[in-house]
């Protein structure tokens, strides 16, 4: 079991690898949304699994994203993000706010039809649900900022199978 490592002195008795741990995050099924901004800072979405909710009162999330992408430093800026919950047919966009083809922002923004809800963070219309936040607290740690946002309001909701990643493919259920 070269994957572990033992730890002289630390409570935690072995460390993961990050392959091992890669590998063993592939077989959990997780709901793909997009995460989107707007504001002072600029406009920026995309893909994330990395979701949680934390509290029903106040209604309030979690979302992961990962802080070497200077980019994703403008939903704390902007101090408000949408999470939008896709559908099967969003695939096409999932993949492109994944970084795939590496498609300019606004051309992946063109691959859906947005809106507004309170924030002015972009809602996606036809999303199985969205969740409009207001920036909470930005926790950093090793390689991602845990933004906690509270939940102003929540987009209609849409029909349709669920978009789900699981052992690294796209799938829907």
């Not at 392959?19 to 995050?25: D, G, L, N, Q, V």
Request: overall charge neutral; some cysteine; glycine content about 8%.
């Amino acid at each position: 079991m070269d994957d572990f490592k033992t730890q002289p002195g630390s409570k935690a008795k072995a460390a993961v690898a990050p392959k091992s741990y890669r590998e063993a995050m592939s077989r959990f099924a997780g709901a793909l949304h997009v995460a989107a901004t707007d504001g002072p800072a600029g406009r920026r979405g995309v893909t994330v699994l990395a979701v949680a909710s934390v509290s029903d009162d106040p209604p309030t999330i979690i979302v992961c994203l990962n802080h070497n992408r200077a980019e994703n430093r403008m939903f704390a800026d902007n101090g408000r993000f949408a999470l939008n919950v896709l559908n099967a047919r969003h695939l096409e966009l999932a993949r492109a706010f994944a970084g795939e083809g590496q498609l300019p922002m606004d051309e992946r923004f063109a691959l859906g039809k947005w809106r507004t809800l309170e924030t002015g963070a972009p809602v996606l219309v036809d999303a199985r649900t969205s969740l409009d936040c207001v920036v909470e607290d930005v926790q950093s740690v090793h390689t991602h900022d845990i933004i906690f946002g509270r939940v102003v309001a929540c987009g209609a909701p849409s029909e349709g199978e669920a978009l789900v990643y699981l052992d690294r493919q796209y799938r829907t259920v």
